[in-house]
C-alpha cells in the first residue's frame, strides 16, 4: 500500500495525508467497575478526545467502531444501554467517516468490511485507539499489521482492566498495566505496530495537516 507522507521535525513519526484513526469501543459499558474490575490509564478518554479533535481539524478521517455483544447479560449488548458510545465520542460522531459494527476482538470482521473501505479510500497507515488495550486495540493492530498496513498506537490513548486466567483466588492474574505493557512489547517487539504517545501525534498531525482531507 502507498500514501502520501509528512514528516513531523524531531519526532520520527510520519503521517499520512489520509491516515486514518480508529477508535475502538469506546462504550459507556466500560464506566461499569464492578462488571469489569479495576482499570488504568485515567487519561485514557482526554487522549481519544484529543485525537479525534486534531484528526478531524487536520482533514483526517476518524473510523468509530462499536462493539455489540451477543454475551448474555453483557453490559456491550445493543439492548443495553452499555451499548452508546460515551459522550465526548458521540459528540464528534458527526465527523465520523465511517462507523463499523462488530461483535468479535478484531475491527476488519465488521460491519461495513473495515479492510474495503480502507483499500477504497487509499488508505495505508493506521492509528489504533480505545478499549480494551489487550483486547479489541491489540487484536485489531496485529490483524492491520499482518494485512501489511502501517499501523500506530498511542498505548496512553487506550485502557484495560486487571485479568485473571480463570475465576479463583489463585489463578494467575494481571494488572491492567502489565496487561498495557505486554501490548506493548507484543505490539512492537513483534513488528506489528510502533507504540507512540498521544503527544507525539498530536504534534505531528498538527505540523503537518492533510492538504485535501479524504
Known sequence: MTTE????????????????????DVQQGFDDPEFWGPRNNPAAEENIAALMDAWQETGRP??????????????????????????FVAERAGGAALHVTKSVNSSFYGTPDLADWLTAQGVGQLVVAGIQTNMCVETTARM???????????????????LAAEPGPDAPRLTADQLATATAV????????????TAQLLTAARRNPSPSGV
Open 186 to 197: 507484543n505490539l512492537q517487539g513483534g513488528g506489528f505496530a510502533r507504540i507512540v504517545t
Open 62 to 87: 476518524v473510523v468509530l467502531v462499536q462493539h455489540a455483544s451477543r454475551t448474555a447479560g453483557s453490559v456491550l449488548s445493543p439492548d443495553r444501554p452499555g451499548y452508546a458510545f460515551k459522550d
Open 5 to 24: 507522507t509528512t514528516t513531523a521535525t524531531g519526532i520520527g513519526i510520519e503521517i499520512a495525508a489520509n491516515s486514518a484513526l480508529l477508535v475502538i
Open 144 to 162: 492491520a499489521g499482518n494485512l501489511g498496513y502501517e499501523v500506530l498506537v498511542p498505548l496512553d490513548a487506550t485502557h484495560t482492566f486487571d
